[in-house]
């Protein structure tokens, strides 16, 4: 009996795709934006809460520690879909954002209770930067797909920059440097009253996404939006011996892993590093915030061409990090002044930081899809979930180290 093919069904996309991308990139800007909060007003922190170098490090550290049930969050998505591990992730940044506004007068009570709440935000950390393009692929065609990974996956830097211009100027500096008129008459109990302020707003952000994540995320649309999206995936663990075994996976990972986790730390810490050489708080801020607003609109930009141009991907990841390479250099070179004699002026430090910031930052969506075109079919999470795991590593040796010199 002759058998009758049925003919492939033509992807369908939906409106109601832009309102979860929405959702989702508001709760990756939330996470930035709570993870980056001590670094720029570390000066202040100092003040009002006793923080140390070593408590400023580690505000930073547990976001590269909240990676290490990273594969269990991967596994989630790839089983149980994206609301779950949405509602999951959101109400763990819910739980923590609340927990660093609990009003306890024992400092050291609080300052525990501030950790605690970093360490459960940094466990949103696999989520909102390793779901991007499984949500892309998902929910968006082809040739939308570069385009909708980049929005996803950039907003949680720019929530990051969010950080950088919110704290240096809500919160007075105490070092006489900041440019508010606020600073004549600021005291510890008035910019322990101003980091409670931002704090709080901070938990009412996360608590709002999180309510219109609950009343509505769905975990797939009705109808797959391409064949990709269809198609039958390798399982949990064909998926990683697939990986492991691929050398030009692993190769493309270490050029994303190394640059892109090193530059995550040191941003990061950007304040801590540019007090010796008197950069007060607020022009760092303005450094940090530039650098990553400036790469999150380059890398929409990038990822927008690399939609209509397909197979170009490699040739523009090398001129991205050509750029970083020039950029580094160049700040690397104005700091050792006693060396080159090269002039240390804010215009060389602003214009070095932000171009690199730009360069780096902006060749994350493209790494992405990148990565996901070299070992299809291994499930989007899964793979991504490997490079941003090995990219904290190299964050966190950063840190540790960093840690250890300022002590």
């Known amino acids: 009996v002759p058998v009758r093919r049925l003919a492939p069904l033509a992807g369908r996309v939906y409106g109601r795709r832009w309102l979860v991308l929405l959702l989702f990139s508001l709760l990756g800007f939330a996470q930035g934006l709570v993870w ?5 007003i570390q000066n202040s922190a100092r003040l009002a809460f006793g923080f140390s170098g070593w408590d400023i490090a580690l505000l930073v550290f547990w976001g590269p520690i909240g990676f290490a049930p990273c594969f ?22 819910v739980l923590g954002a609340g927990l660093r506004c609990v009003p306890v007068s024992d400092l050291e009570i609080r300052k525990k209770l501030i950790h605690g709440g970093q360490l459960l935000n940094g466990l949103a950390g696999p989520t909102v930067m390793n779901a991007a393009p499984f949500l892309s692929t998902t929910w968006f065609s082809p040739d939308e797909r570069a385009t ?14 969010g950080a950088f211009l919110v704290g240096p100027l809500v919160v007075p500096s105490p070092n ?12 510890t109990e008035h910019i322990k009253d101003r980091i409670e302020a931002v704090l709080y707003a901070e938990f009412g952000m996360v608590s709002l996404i999180f309510s219109a994540a609950l009343a509505y995320f769905p975990s797939r649309p009705p109808f797959p939006p391409s064949v990709a999206a269809a198609s039958q995936r390798l399982s949990y663990r064909r998926s990683f011996c697939r990986l492991l075994s691929n050398f030009r996976f692993l190769m493309i990972a270490l050029a994303y892993a190394i640059p892109l986790g090193v530059f995550s730390g040191w941003s990061g810490v950007l304040d801590l590093i540019l007090t010796p050489v008197h950069v007060s708080q607020v022009d760092a801020g303005w450094i940090g915030f530039w650098s990553i607003v400036g790469g999150c609109v380059v890398g929409i930009a990038m990822a927008r061409f690399a939609d209509f141009i397909r197979g170009m991907l490699k040739f523009i990841l090398l001129l ?12 690397t070179l104005t700091c050792l002044t006693s060396v080159t004699h090269l002039p240390l002026t804010t215009a060389t430090l602003y214009t070095s930081c932000i171009l690199l910031g730009i360069f780096l930052n902006s060749s994350v ?3 992405f899809e990148l990565f996901v075109e070299t070992v ?17 590593v190299f964050m966190g040796v950063l840190l540790f180290f960093l840690t250890f010199y300022h002590t």
């Open 36 to 40: 980056n909060s001590w670094g720029p």
């Open 72 to 93: 269990f969050f991967m596994w989630l998505m790839d089983k149980k879909g994206l609301r779950v591990t949405v509602l999951l992730t959101s109400s763990l940044m």
């Open 148 to 161: 909708a990974t980049a929005i996803a996956s950039l907003l949680n830097y720019l929530g990051a920059a």
């Open 176 to 187: 006489g440097t900041s440019h508010l008129p606020l600073v004549s008459q600021s005291n």
């Open 320 to 331: 991205l990090l050509s750029g970083a390479t020039l950029a580094s250099t160049w700040f």
């Open 365 to 367: 969506p493209i790494f």
């Open 376 to 392: 299809y079919p291994v499930p989007e999470g899964i793979t991504c979930g490997v490079v941003t795991f090995l990219s904290n």
